[in-house]
């Protein structure tokens, strides 16, 4: 019989390891700073269709018309309801800190009280028969001393 | 006037979870040898070479350099994609607009993925806006489950739906000797995976596979003097969304997702009135086991709220009325940049009959392909027999 020698399939192992800092421009970064500085989520309007956008943006994708400025922004939530969410049984590798999902994880997409706009943030409830899409939620934010003017500002959002 | 274009080379991989024995490049020249000789044409003839895949899944950037011994690009013309899911058939439709402007009357199309490299949902986590949505992003999945619960809260289509869906898939996917997962699976299988992301459990959801696709496309001229089967590629449409696809809808507002658009406007200037009728069969970009039902009403095949009823009935299986994704669709294979040209190759290989054990029972005319990707876009080819 004929010897068959198998060679070994090489791999090469590699990490990217690599910072980034995004810039959050000038609509993102109000909405962010209005998040640390009165615990209040904003949204604007286009005058044109009427449509909002939260977090606030400069231009109506639809109209191609300006979004209302600043002045004009209205404050939006901070309780809501639930039009659709998941929970995350399965831990994944989170890219931006490199380190593994805590599980479970549940998300929500929350249609903020005073107009129609949706966020997507974490859920305090993480038992998917708790959860109900239309169900009343509310924004839970961390105490004002602690707020750095990001997204975590936020803790989650509970029923109520 | 622009020149017709036609697919006169099909070549794709087989598609498995890991290939360690080849690199990128070696793998890519599988497929593109094989449309050659399908094409029975060699690089010589070639004018142009399209390539793409999503970078970050390789971890290797501007790979195109390095891959140029395997894809045969050296002294052409071409260009890169690198558009999410929707890389494959925006391949193809860049292909078309080569040869349709007369400036190149032979064109190669290559997609291809290795998801054995990296974690495929962390690198699709970065597709999100880094300050306000991505720490609640889980890849792909997240809108995935998003659009599920909502697809079901709006139309009453129920989890037991979507396992019919999967089980049809795999058993197309059975069928088909180049798809990755092929096992045969109940619904009552399906319903029993593994949860991942709730509601979805891991049947719901596409695999991470390893896999390239290669078409030669050619111009109206050329085609006819080489090809004894050309499928012609009738129109095409790009359509792009709001950053989250327009995925609910307020009072006062009216629901239109890119989908809606695409389909609408490819038919009407098609004069097609009953697209499932007048189409055989759809080879759509189906990630998830709910979203092949929201995204066939979304493109104006059925009424809103309709297509699972549809599954039920069996009008969407390999030998019904309106087959959907025969060769078991990206829900079975998910090699990501080359799921989109998957597609269209798989909907040419129904037109042409070549399909083999996964070919559909009825003659097929008229087919449609379908992309989709978080870039928020839409991609919609539609295929024929005949160049008019």
Same mark, same amino acid.
């Given at each position: 019989?004929?010897?068959?020698?198998?060679?070994?399939?090489?791999?090469?192992?590699?990490?990217?390891?690599?910072?980034?800092?995004?810039?959050?421009?000038?609509?993102i970064?109000?909405?962010?700073?209005?998040?640390?500085?009165?615990?209040?989520?904003?949204?604007?309007?286009?005058p044109k269709?009427?449509?909002?956008?939260?977090?606030?943006?400069?231009?109506?994708?639809?109209?191609?018309?300006?979004?209302?400025?600043?002045?004009?922004?209205?404050?939006?939530?901070?309780?809501?309801? @639930?039009?659709?969410?998941? /929970? =995350?049984?399965?831990?994944? *590798?989170?890219?931006?800190?490199? %380190?593994?999902l805590? #599980?479970?994880?549940?998300?929500?997409?929350?249609? @903020?009280?005073?107009?129609? /706009? =949706?966020?997507?943030?974490? *859920?305090?409830e993480t038992?998917? %028969?708790?959860?109900? #899409?239309?169900?009343?939620?509310?924004?839970?934010?961390?105490?004002?001393e602690?707020?750095?003017?990001?997204?975590?500002?936020?803790?989650?959002?509970?029923?109520? | 006037?622009?020149?017709?274009v036609?697919?006169?080379?099909?070549?794709?991989?087989?598609?498995?979870?890991?290939?360690?024995?080849?690199?990128?490049?070696?793998?890519?020249?599988?497929a593109?040898?094989?449309?050659?000789?399908?094409?029975?044409?060699?690089?010589?003839?070639?004018?142009?070479?399209?390539?793409?895949?999503m970078?970050?899944f390789?971890?290797?950037?501007?790979?195109?350099a390095?891959?140029?011994?395997?894809?045969?690009?050296?002294?052409?013309?071409?260009?890169?994609?690198?558009?999410?899911?929707?890389?494959?058939?925006?391949?193809?439709?860049?292909?078309c607009?080569?040869?349709?402007?007369?400036?190149?009357?032979?064109c190669?199309?290559?997609?291809?993925?290795?998801?054995?490299?990296?974690?495929t949902?962390?690198?699709?986590?970065?597709?999100?806006?880094p300050?306000?949505?991505?720490?609640?992003?889980?890849?792909?999945?997240?809108?995935?489950?998003?659009?599920?619960?909502?697809?079901?809260?709006?139309?009453?289509?129920?989890v037991?739906?979507?396992?019919?869906?999967?089980?049809?898939?795999?058993?197309?996917?059975s069928?088909?000797?180049?798809?990755?997962?092929?096992?045969?699976?109940?619904?009552?299988?399906?319903?029993?995976?593994?949860?991942?992301?709730y509601?979805?459990?891991?049947?719901?959801?596409c695999p991470?596979?390893?896999?390239?696709?290669?078409l030669?496309?050619?111009?109206?001229?050329?085609?006819?003097?080489?090809?004894?089967?050309?499928?012609?590629?009738?129109?095409?449409?790009?359509?792009h969304?709001?950053?989250?696809?327009?995925?609910f809808?307020?009072?006062?507002?009216?629901?239109e997702?890119?989908?809606?658009?695409?389909?609408r406007?490819?038919?009407?200037?098609?004069?097609?009135?009953?697209?499932?009728?007048?189409?055989?069969?759809?080879?759509?970009?189906?990630?998830?086991?709910?979203?092949q039902?929201?995204?066939?009403?979304?493109?104006?095949i059925?009424?809103?709220?309709?297509a699972?009823?549809?599954?039920?009935?069996?009008?969407?299986?390999?030998?019904?009325e309106?087959?959907?994704?025969?060769?078991?669709?990206?829900?079975c294979?998910?090699?990501?940049?080359d799921?989109?040209?998957?597609?269209?190759?798989?909907a040419?290989?129904?037109?042409?009959?070549?399909a083999?054990?996964?070919?559909v029972?009825?003659?097929?005319?008229a087919?449609?392909?379908?992309?989709?990707?978080?870039s928020?876009?839409?991609?919609?080819?539609?295929?024929?027999?005949?160049p008019?």
């Amino acid at each position: 019989m004929q010897q068959k020698t198998t060679d070994e399939l090489i791999t090469q192992e590699m990490l990217l390891k690599i910072p980034y800092r995004w810039a959050a421009g000038e609509h993102i970064g109000e909405f962010l700073r209005e998040l640390r500085r009165s615990g209040k989520i904003y949204a604007n309007k286009c005058p044109k269709c009427g449509r909002f956008r939260c977090p606030p943006a400069p231009v109506c994708s639809r109209c191609h018309t300006k979004m209302e400025e600043r002045e004009k922004w209205v404050h939006v939530g901070p309780k809501g309801t @639930l039009l659709s969410f998941f /929970v =995350a049984e399965q831990s994944f *590798l989170v890219p931006t800190t490199g %380190d593994m999902l805590e #599980v479970p994880f549940s998300v929500g997409v929350i249609w @903020l009280d005073g107009a129609p /706009v =949706a966020l997507w943030h974490q *859920l305090e409830e993480t038992n998917p %028969d708790k959860i109900k #899409v239309g169900m009343r939620v509310e924004a839970v934010f961390k105490p004002k001393e602690q707020r750095q003017a990001n997204i975590f500002d936020i803790l989650h959002f509970k029923a109520i | 006037m622009p020149q017709r274009v036609a697919i006169v080379g099909i070549g794709q991989t087989r598609h498995t979870s890991r290939r360690p024995d080849v690199n990128d490049g070696e793998l890519i020249n599988e497929a593109v040898s094989a449309a050659l000789a399908d094409a029975q044409l060699t690089m010589k003839d070639i004018e142009a070479v399209i390539i793409g895949n999503m970078e970050f899944f390789e971890g290797h950037h501007l790979n195109d350099a390095m891959l140029i011994d395997y894809t045969g690009a050296r002294g052409k013309a071409g260009l890169k994609m690198n558009t999410g899911g929707t890389v494959g058939t925006m391949e193809v439709i860049s292909g078309c607009y080569h040869v349709a402007s007369g400036l190149f009357d032979t064109c190669l199309v290559i997609g291809w993925e290795k998801h054995d490299e990296a974690s495929t949902t962390s690198c699709i986590t970065t597709i999100t806006d880094p300050a306000v949505d991505r720490p609640y992003a889980v890849g792909a999945l997240s809108g995935l489950a998003i659009i599920s619960m909502n697809y079901m809260t709006r139309t009453g289509c129920k989890v037991e739906h979507a396992a019919m869906v999967r089980a049809q898939a795999s058993e197309n996917a059975s069928r088909n000797p180049n798809a990755h997962v092929r096992d045969r699976l109940s619904v009552e299988d399906v319903l029993k995976g593994r949860m991942v992301l709730y509601p979805l459990n891991l049947y719901f959801l596409c695999p991470t596979s390893v896999g390239a696709c290669a078409l030669v496309l050619a111009s109206e001229t050329k085609a006819k003097k080489i090809s004894r089967k050309p499928v012609w590629i009738r129109d095409h449409i790009t359509v792009h969304s709001d950053y989250s696809g327009a995925l609910f809808t307020f009072p006062g507002e009216t629901r239109e997702t890119s989908h809606m658009v695409a389909g609408r406007k490819i038919f009407q200037r098609n004069h097609i009135t009953k697209p499932i009728r007048e189409i055989q069969v759809f080879e759509l970009y189906d990630p998830c086991a709910f979203l092949q039902m929201s995204w066939l009403e979304d493109f104006g095949i059925c009424d809103q709220g309709e297509a699972w009823k549809l599954v039920e009935k069996g009008v969407t299986a390999r030998e019904g009325e309106f087959p959907v994704c025969p060769s078991g669709g990206v829900l079975c294979t998910n090699a990501i940049g080359d799921s989109g040209t998957l597609r269209v190759a798989e909907a040419a290989l129904q037109i042409r009959g070549d399909a083999g054990e996964h070919q559909v029972t009825r003659d097929v005319k008229a087919a449609l392909a379908s992309g989709y990707g978080g870039s928020y876009w839409t991609d919609l080819l539609l295929l024929s027999k005949t160049p008019d």
